[in-house]
């Protein structure tokens, strides 16, 4: 009886090592995802910003939507993309903790 506390705080602590590793993995492949829909789309910067933005936030869940952070540009024929999302405490959409996780990639530009 006098074990269970600490059983139920060792499940706490594992789920939200999960919380933490899954934002970690939706912002590597919403990175992904927004770089080569960036480096796919012609014209002009704006409208390749605007096709990063929009295939890197469709496949996020809504808990982390309201979080999300973008930069997505090209350099040296590289077009980039850094999603940044905050850490769920415990229950995604309920709290966040102060830190971010940032996940970058990079594809090369079509022409």
């Not at 409208?47 to 040296?76: F, I, K, N, R």
Request: proline share 5%; charged share 10%; glycine share 14%.
């Amino acid at each position: 009886m006098g074990v269970t506390p600490l059983i139920i705080l060792l499940c706490v602590a594992l789920w939200q090592c999960a919380l933490i590793g899954y934002t970690f993995i939706l912002a590597g492949n919403a990175a992904d995802v927004g770089a080569r829909a960036g480096a796919g789309t012609q014209g002009s910067p704006s409208a390749q910003q605007a096709a990063c933005e929009q295939a890197a936030g469709e496949d996020l869940p809504s808990a982390w939507t309201g979080e999300v952070g973008y930069a997505c540009g090209g350099e040296l024929g590289l077009y980039r993309a850094t999603i940044t999302l905050h850490v769920p405490v415990l229950m995604p959409g309920a709290l966040n903790f102060p830190f971010k996780v940032d996940g970058d990639a990079a594809s090369v530009k079509e022409s």
